[in-house]
Nanobody
Framework: QLQFVESGGGLVQSGGSLRLSCTAS????????VGWFRRAPGKGREGVSI????????KYADSVNGRFIISRDNAKNTVYLQMNNLKPGETGDYYC??????????????????WGPGTQVIVST
């Protein structure tokens, strides 16, 4: 089965930091851009960030730009999301998905696949 396994979530106070990891299972990550998405309670999945296959480009949602950093280690088949200065409204389940190189552009759920079970982030006030 081709999917990601996300980890690193947890409970953190407002203003705190977490580092999420997303490891590919059943495929090699090198070729694919990978995005991070989140689903807040009762809402749909929204794009947070995406990184190109060779790390030469990354994009961020306006709400996280300057606070979150996406990175990847293709040798470890893993993509990371460093989240700093977290806000209570960023509570939710975080997922990653891959897309094809020619589709790299925005952070669009519809362009991605291989979703994992997600990792839960709770930001307390």
């Amino acid at each position: 089965q081709l999917q990601f396994v996300e980890s690193g979530g947890g409970l953190v106070q407002s203003g705190g930091s977490l580092r999420l990891s997303c490891t590919a299972s059943g495929f090699t990550l090198d070729y694919y851009p990978v995005g991070w998405f989140r689903r807040a309670p009762g809402k749909g999945r929204e794009g947070v960030s995406i990184i190109s296959s060779n790390s030469d480009s990354a994009k961020y949602a306006d709400s996280v730009n300057g606070r979150f950093i996406i990175s990847r280690d293709n040798a470890k088949n893993t993509v990371y999301l460093q989240m700093n200065n977290l806000k209570p409204g960023e509570t939710g389940d975080y997922y990653c998905g891959k897309t094809l190189p020619h589709m790299y552009g925005g952070i669009h759920e519809a362009d991605c696949d291989s979703w994992g079970p997600g990792t839960q982030v709770i930001v307390s006030t």
